[in-house]
């Protein structure tokens, strides 16, 4: 009946055994799937779970598949197969324990990755907003502040070290080995000119020296990106758009830089931007499968399509087999998101001094509304019948 229907929970918090506890009700409670799935239906669509695992592993520790963290490696496993969207390893040390201490939350909704993700100014604001004060004026938290929650984005170099111990490894822990016989090009071997995709494709990245096959581009550059965070980005959006004051705010150029050289990922939950700060931002799209930069997060992509997609031959279904384009739970991945979304470029070809550096930009749209979309907007640019973005919002602020 309507009136013994139960409502869900927002969220769980499980503080049962250990998983390494050498006792049958262990593993009873996580070997169990059926248990878990029963959490999993408890919760409401946006529900979270949080759950204590034990001590936290040794950089020494073998992969947890064969030691006594088996059942916490399975769990793991479980979580992403019940069908969690977001899952997050972080340690405490301030338990009471002699040893750190391991917790785990599983998201429901993916979106929640945007509060998860939040830096420290809004998590003060968070917790001004939502604390109550005391009477004396002393702090509510006692081992708590914005700083220590957002330590606990990231797993721990152990968590991580165990993890690439697996047999065999995970793919994403070998991406970015570098080929320490590969000459790395300097950005100052690069110029901006013209491009030469599309009749309004805006500037373009050209080579002033003679490039082999496989050597990297500007190593010690490419991770300096400007990263927009889902909150900052659609605070500046909102701000332009849509507020009544957009006239004083005047965001209009920052957007056009955030959208016409970012590319968004969805990383943190919600729409999110990478931009890159350095010359290599210029470099434009290689059209009808030219483009001569390669990333090593696009190879893994282009391995799951069964081989090269441009935007000539992209397909919506295409958009399914290639996001979220790695692990729910990836201890590796999460360390080193920055090197996933920015990535090391290198040459595909051997390239002249002259030649123009193409990449591929049908993966730079990570929306499952507007991927498709935009790689007809490629397509069309590529036929000059669409500006670039650059060049159609400096042609707009001329006017």
Known sequence: AEE?????????????????????????????????????????????????????????????????????????????????????????????????????????????????????????????????????????????????????????????????????APESCNVFTRDRQAVDIPISDFEVKETTVGAKGGRGLFTKVDIKKGSTIGIRD????????????ALLDDKHYYSSDSAKFNLGSVLDYVYGYGWNTGSKGLRDYYVDSGILTFANHGCDGTWNIIFANNEMRENS?????????????????????????????????????SGVPFIAHDLMAGDELLDNYVFMESSPNSWHAYTRYLSKMCDGKEEGEI???????KE
């Open 4 to 168: 013994d229907r139960e409502e869900p929970f927002d969220i769980l918090i499980m503080d049962a055994l250990d998983p390494q506890d050498n006792v049958p009700f262990a593993d009873v409670l996580y070997n169990n799937e059926k248990f878990f799935v029963a959490l999993y239906n408890a919760l409401s669509d946006d529900g979270i779970i949080v759950l204590q695992l034990g001590m936290a592993p040794e950089l020494k520790d073998p992969a947890e598949s064969f030691s006594r963290n088996s059942r916490r490696n399975m769990l793991t496993q479980s979580m992403t197969e019940i069908g969690f969207k977001s899952i997050h390893m972080y340690e405490e040390g301030a338990c009471g324990f002699e040893d750190p201490w391991t917790y785990l939350i599983a998201m429901k909704d993916s979106d929640h990755r945007a509060n998860w993700f939040r830096n420290v100014a809004e998590l003060d604001y968070q917790i001004w907003s939502r604390m109550l004060p005391t009477h004396s004026g002393t702090p509510t938290l006692k081992f708590v502040d914005s700083a220590t929650m957002q330590r606990y984005q990231l797993p721990s170099k152990s968590h991580e070290v165990v993890f690439c111990r697996k047999d065999p």
């Open 305 to 341: 399509l069964g081989g090269r997609v441009s935007e000539r031959n992209a397909r919506p279904e295409h958009y399914d087999m290639w996001q979220p384009g790695r692990d729910l739970f990836d201890p590796y991945m999460d360390r080193h998101m920055a090197h996933h979304y």
């Open 391 to 397: 060049y159609r919002s400096e042609g707009k602020r």
């Open 222 to 233: 490419n991770l300096k990106i400007v990263h927009f965070r889902p909150h900052t980005w």
